[in-house]
């Protein structure tokens, strides 16, 4: 850790440490994969901002089929850019000791891909779709079939039957769900 773990002092780790989900150490941990994302910038910059792609390259997250999504929901700019507080606030939010209403938060502004505060028949054909990834994946579901996935979801999830999937309806689905909770998580 050497230089960068001198770059914050102990308030500014207490700081990070009371906002996050990670002690001080793993602080320190997450900060140095950051750097090393793009050491010249790391050490260059006290707070660099890193691109899209600069942190795309980090492996964990680059397996993730929402990894471009992901960036652009946790980046204040909105286009995936990021300094490291905000870097950390997602990391910790994926991180396994953050707690269950947390990651349903998460998933839910990632699958709401309008922002609009419901998640609607075009953001599940982009669930879908970045699910079965038929480049990646060699699946593949015709239009037909996406669509009676879509209809589901909703059938199973929309408990208003307004047609959307309210928050309220997505954490209720997902507080049902065994498994999601380990799933969404990403460990550095």
């Known amino acids: ?9 102990q308030e500014e780790l207490a700081e990070f440490q009371d906002l996050t989900y990670f002690t001080k150490r793993e602080v320190l941990h997450v900060h140095k994969r950051f750097c090393a994302l793009s050491p010249d910038k790391a050490r260059k910059e006290r707070n660099p901002v890193l691109t899209k792609q600069e942190i795309l390259s980090l492996p964990e997250l680059a397996a993730n089929p929402f990894n471009e999504r992901i960036l652009d929901v946790f980046s204040q700019t909105g286009d995936g850019r990021m300094n490291f507080e905000e870097f950390l606030d997602m990391m910790s939010q994926f ?31 982009k669930v879908v779709l970045f699910l079965i990834q038929p480049s990646v994946t060699g699946g593949n579901l015709n239009t037909e079939d996406r669509q009676k996935v879509v209809n589901n979801v909703i059938k199973e999830m929309d408990m208003d039957d307004d047609g959307t999937i309210s928050y309220l309806d997505f954490k209720h689905g997902m507080s049902k769900l065994n498994g999601f909770e380990e799933s969404f998580k990403i460990t550095l």
């Open 1 to 9: 850790m050497g230089q960068n773990a001198s770059r914050y002092n």
């Open 95 to 125: 991180s396994s000791k953050a707690p269950l209403n947390t990651k349903i938060d998460i998933a839910f502004r990632i699958y709401d891909f309008n922002d609009d505060g419901e998640i609607c028949e075009k953001d599940l054909e």
